[in-house]
């Protein structure tokens, strides 16, 4: 299994481009396996319902979420808002409160306010259905550490277990900018990418990824044209259509599905779960196999140390012959890393891909120097490689 799903099962070059109504069987067929459903939400997909906290939108996401629960489907939910209902509450209590370009610590201070009013929402809606709420604030080491990463994981797990809802945010109370995932685009990304068969879906403020007032029904690949269109953050946000780009590439190298659509009114996840034309869909069908866990969480992780850069017959080794790379394929390297770090691997200027390093960069520099007699050393093993 492991080793099938390396090499060429990654490239979706000789893809065709085609409509959504050919692809909607394969579509439906997929969402029918889909176990995990991640819905992100925005803050300005929020901030509008604080002022009627009972509001109807977080009742229907209840009701969504329990009935993923009893369709056997496990909810996870992203939810943006913390700094958002921080300024508003802030905005309630001190009437003089003017909304200027705020300090770090002044960020931190509101998103611990609104974080608990965040959560407050979520747990008043949530309850009377019998739904649990659980808090899960994180940041980026959770993700690029692989302990952090499981631990994380297993987290989420008994939470599904308990038929509990987890509501995950960054931390955004203590972590400072270097030490965040960012936005919660990219964080529900992350999320997605831990469990097999998973659903992302996006909710925003706009009808899907949208050119020259177009809605884009459906993409199996990201190309550069797209992200000439995409739009930054609308106000009141952080992200924007680019950070949605970017992570529907990752979600659809991990053979995931994804979906960005309006967040007006959560009713629209059951449209979507009988796989309808709302918002704009993200599905290649090319992918046929699971991807391993491993691959997963090294296809979404943006902590890179290092660079490889290869001979041809290595490149052709890793491409056709599904190979380990070796020390005798490498040409030269770049950065400081060390034993289980992930590292790009270049052919010439064109990133092929990446991998976990079995050696320091110390150690890999002994290796180059005396290579005849290390020429079979794996540099990286292919259960720890995937190609781009
Ligand atoms: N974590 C931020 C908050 O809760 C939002 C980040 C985002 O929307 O991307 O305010």
Known sequence: MGKKKCGRNYSFSNVKNMNFSEIQPLLQESLKKIKHVVIKIGTNSITPHIENQNSIFFHELADVVLFLQKS?????????????????????????????????????????????????????????????????????SDFQNRK???????????????????????????ATEELKVGDNDTLSELIAGMHPYTFLIMLTTVDGFIIENKKIDFI?????????????????????????????????????????????????????LKGEPKGTWFFTSLQKNEVAAKKRWLLHNRHITGSLYIDKGAKEALISKNASLLIVGIEKYDGVFNKGDIIEIFYKDKKLGKGIISYSNKELEDFLISKKEERGLEVIHRDNLILL
């Open 220 to 272: 199996d690949k990201i190309s550069d044209k797209y992200f000439k269109h995409a739009q930054g953050p609308n106000e009141g946000g952080i992200g924007g259509m680019k950070t949605k780009l970017k992570s529907a590439e990752k979600i659809l190298l991990s053979g995931h599905i994804m979906n960005i659509c309006s967040g007006k009114s959560p009713k629209i996840i059951y449209d979507l």
């Open 72 to 140: 056997g489907i496990n909810p996870i939910i992203v939810s943006s808002g913390a700094v958002g209902l921080g300024k508003e509450l802030l905005k309630r209590e001190k009437k003089d409160y003017v909304q200027k370009k705020i300090t770090l610590v002044e960020k931190q201070a509101l998103a611990s306010l609104g974080q608990s009013l965040l959560i407050d929402i979520y747990r008043d809606a949530f309850e009377r259905k019998n739904i649990p709420i659980a808090q899960i604030l994180v940041s980026k």
């Open 148 to 174: 952090h990463y499981q631990n994380l994981k297993y987290t989420i797990e008994q939470l599904i277990n308990w038929k509990s809802v987890p509501v995950i945010n960054e931390n955004d109370a203590v």
